[in-house]
């Protein structure tokens, strides 16, 4: 029996029908964006809405070969396909340096070789992202029950960041969890549950807001103190670390069938659905003092719009999921009025505002994973199922 947990309602009227219906246009969009972006991977929208371009390495580099797939997945059009597989030499050379991967295989992974392996069969793309996920799994602390997040390159330094777990990474066990399936070994899907397991008890805060990362003694692998890195302070909630959260409990709820993890992600959801403003756009910052710059992030509304999809479609009981669905309608509502560019044939994405790293100054660009995001959870508002996560 799932455990219930009752949202607010949204704060204003939801157009349902014209929600469901903004798909088509963001499927048009990404297809006329095509021939723009060519075979580069984008990074960070600049002033005008153009992108900059990803080098080797960059976490970000996956979400528009993952919108590829996904329209590829929806309307079997062969550009879309094609345009990813362009994409393969760059995650194959990835796997060539293995000195710069870090946890964000996962993001990079399963949106281009898992997606492509789902979708057309391809067994080199499912043999390279199996050797990724062998490249995360190797990056698990059995003792500390965690996996580390960056490297010593970071500029954290290595006293720091060999003990560090983030909350981003919730989503990378997904890759996880797949390469137990396609290969039979449970050793992968064992790490990835660990690993939630122990974000669960370090990371998520008594009351439902969430550190950015948790440190642990590189050493002893003892627990030490949670911190931010790219939210406002320790004690505050990083907007789109709680997506992350939303969204990733709810998959591992998916992979591994255990309703702990879905009655946390309604719980983190039910957090963030309570710091919302009323234009349905998440602040940077869901505890930013009022002094500050109140700078929007329209990524994070994407990743909790597209969680709290997922979340009602985890629910049994539709009375208590309809509050989850109407508010990732209403969130993708306010990014639709505030934040979408489907309609400016020059711009090269589909959502500005969005805030990658406020401290350095990125705090107002379209985000390529803000784009990914916003598609997958319009699919989700029409009823799809089937993602590479
Ligand atoms: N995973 C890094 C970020 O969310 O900015």
Known sequence: MQESVTLRPVPAPLDEKRVIGHLEHVVDAIKRNIPKIGERNPKIGTEKNQWEYCGQFDWVS????????LCYQMTADQQFKNSAKLRKSYFADMLLDPFWLDHDLGFQYSLSCVADYKLTGDEESKMMAIRAADH???????????????????PLGPEITQ?????DSLQNTALLFWASEVTGSPVYAEAAKRHSETLAKYIVRDDFSTFHSFNFDPVTQQPIKGETFQGYADDSCWARGQSWAV??????YLYTGDETFLTLAKKLAQHAV????????????YRLPKTEIQYKDSSAGAITAAGLLLIAQCIDDEEEAKPFRDW???LLQGL????DLTNDEQAQGLLAHGAS???????DNMLPYGDYYYLEALMRANGYQKFFW
């Not at 003990?163 to 909350?167: E, L």
């Not at 639709?336 to 934040?339: A, I, L, Q, R, S």
Request: charged residues 20%; aromatic residues 16%; glycine residues 12%.
């Open 62 to 69: 996956s979400f528009w070969t993952g919108e590829l797939w």
């Open 136 to 154: 995360l799994l190797h990056r698990f602390r059995k003792i500390g029950g965690y996996i580390v997040a960056w490297n010593d390159t970071h």
């Open 163 to 167: 003990g560090k777990s983030i909350i």
């Open 247 to 252: 969204h990733g409990f709810a998959q591992t």
């Open 274 to 285: 309570e710091q919302i403003t009323d234009d349905g756009v998440p602040v940077w910052d």
């Open 328 to 330: 990732g309608l209403y």
């Open 336 to 339: 639709m009025d505030t934040c």
């Open 357 to 363: 790293f406020v401290k350095v100054g990125l705090c």
